[in-house]
């Protein structure tokens, strides 16, 4: 049986991208975060800087970006994740693995980075996603949680 999917979207609000750079060297932008209904399993709670991703089944996340900014596209180009507390600080036992795709071309490409997140069991972890824009190449991240109960 293959393994179900949770679609989440990040919005970019409009002018809400700030980037990394040496006097600002961890900024996290402004986006919201939602999920595609019919995700069994995986929830979304809170609102604004305090939303939280919850997922108690195996599952593949898949994350994309979408600009309110007209003309500026957002790619997701890596993710950091830490546990909060002991064990698998790193997530690398429950975010084995990872794959970008790329649909569309130009203006009008997304590009989505799926993992999988094998265990989901009682923890919380800090993630972070870069993203980069495409106007000029910048860096930037989002910070939501994750939380596998």
Same mark, same amino acid.
């Given at each position: ?8 979207? %990040? ?113 919380? %972890? ?24």
């Amino acid at each position: 049986m293959p393994t179900p999917k949770a679609s989440v979207t %990040f919005t970019m609000n409009q002018g809400g991208f700030e980037p990394i750079s040496p006097n600002n060297p961890f900024e996290c932008s402004g986006a919201v975060m939602s999920l595609a209904s019919g995700d069994h399993g995986v929830t979304l709670t809170g609102s604004g800087s305090n939303q939280q991703l919850n997922v108690s089944i195996v599952v593949d996340l898949e994350f994309t970006v979408v600009s309110q900014d007209s003309g500026v596209n957002y790619y997701p180009v890596g993710l950091a994740v830490t546990l909060v507390g002991s064990g698998d600080k790193t997530g690398r036992n429950t975010f084995p693995s990872g794959s970008f795709d790329t649909t569309g071309s130009g203006s009008s490409a997304v590009v989505s980075l799926t993992v999988k997140d094998l265990k989901p069991t009682a923890s919380t %972890f800090n993630f972070v996603v870069a993203v980069q824009r495409s106007t000029d190449g910048a860096f930037g991240a989002i910070d939501p949680k994750i939380s596998n109960n």
